[in-house]
């Protein structure tokens, strides 16, 4: 069984890895995840880029042609109305920045698709998951066994029971035999 401290340090080797695009110089099945979920992100931020930059020109645009003839000194109205457009304007460049660096993680993960910053690692000792909101890891010697299984789709999802020293977990799984075959993984050396 793998202690803490050694599963901690693996997924910080591991997380180094995938945020340097280094994952295919580790020894391991590097198992790339589908782009979806990165379309479905560049183009929440491309609507609400446009969204903030719309609010952000309407604003500025009365504010000055409109407003400004009726307020020839500042008070308190205008300063209020220039941080609110200042505010609109700052999230419309945040949220333009964040699509167009997504724009190039997918434009990276299309032409070295072995260079993806996400996706599922599988080391001897390993396996470590990596995707846009969160990163696990599990060690193989702390599997006690396989709680639940089930078949959908060609996809086979799996329930872990985990000893993590004091205490025990249930991860789930979700794969694809004909990526990896998981089962035979869990397997080895028992």
Same mark, same amino acid.
């Given at each position: 069984?793998?202690?803490?401290?050694?599963?901690?340090?693996?997924?910080?080797?591991?997380?180094?890895?995938?945020?340097?695009?280094?994952?295919?110089?580790?020894?391991?099945?590097?198992?790339?995840?589908?782009?979806? #979920?990165? /379309?479905?992100?560049?183009?929440? =931020?491309?609507?609400?880029?446009?969204?903030?930059?719309?609010? +952000?020109?309407?604003?500025? /645009?009365?504010?000055?042609?409109?407003?400004?003839?009726?307020?020839?000194?500042?008070?308190? &109205?205008?300063?209020?109305?220039?941080?609110?457009?200042? $505010? +609109?304007?700052?999230?419309?460049?945040?949220?333009?920045?964040?699509?167009?660096?997504?724009? *190039?993680? $997918?434009?990276?993960?299309?032409?070295? &698709? !072995?260079?993806? &910053? /996400?996706?599922?690692?599988?080391?001897?000792?390993? =396996? +470590?998951?990596?995707? &846009?909101?969160?990163? #696990?890891?599990?060690? *193989? %010697?702390?599997?006690?066994?396989? %709680? #639940?299984? !089930? !078949?959908? %789709?060609?996809?086979?999802?799996? !329930?872990?029971?985990? %000893?993590?020293?004091?205490?025990?977990?249930?991860?789930?799984?979700? =794969?694809?035999?004909?990526?990896?075959? +998981?089962?035979?993984?869990?397997?080895?050396?028992?």
């Amino acid at each position: 069984m793998k202690t803490k401290k050694e599963i901690q340090l693996a997924a910080l080797t591991f997380s180094r890895a995938f945020k340097t695009s280094q994952v295919s110089n580790l020894d391991g099945t590097f198992i790339p995840f589908k782009l979806t #979920h990165l /379309y479905k992100e560049q183009q929440f =931020y491309l609507g609400t880029s446009i969204l903030f930059g719309t609010l +952000f020109c309407y604003l500025s /645009y009365n504010a000055w042609f409109i407003d400004a003839v009726y307020y020839w000194h500042i008070d308190g &109205p205008v300063l209020i109305g220039i941080a609110i457009i200042a $505010l +609109f304007f700052i999230c419309f460049i945040s949220l333009t920045n964040r699509y167009i660096q997504i724009g *190039r993680e $997918l434009k990276n993960a299309l032409e070295q &698709p !072995e260079r993806s &910053p /996400y996706g599922v690692l599988i080391t001897e000792d390993y =396996y +470590f998951e990596h995707n &846009p909101s969160n990163s #696990h890891i599990i060690s *193989r %010697d702390n599997i006690v066994r396989i %709680d #639940h299984e !089930e !078949e959908k %789709d060609q996809e086979i999802y799996l !329930e872990l029971l985990l %000893d993590m020293g004091g205490h025990y977990e249930i991860r789930g799984i979700t =794969y694809n035999e004909s990526d990896f075959d +998981f089962k035979a993984w869990i397997a080895l050396d028992k």
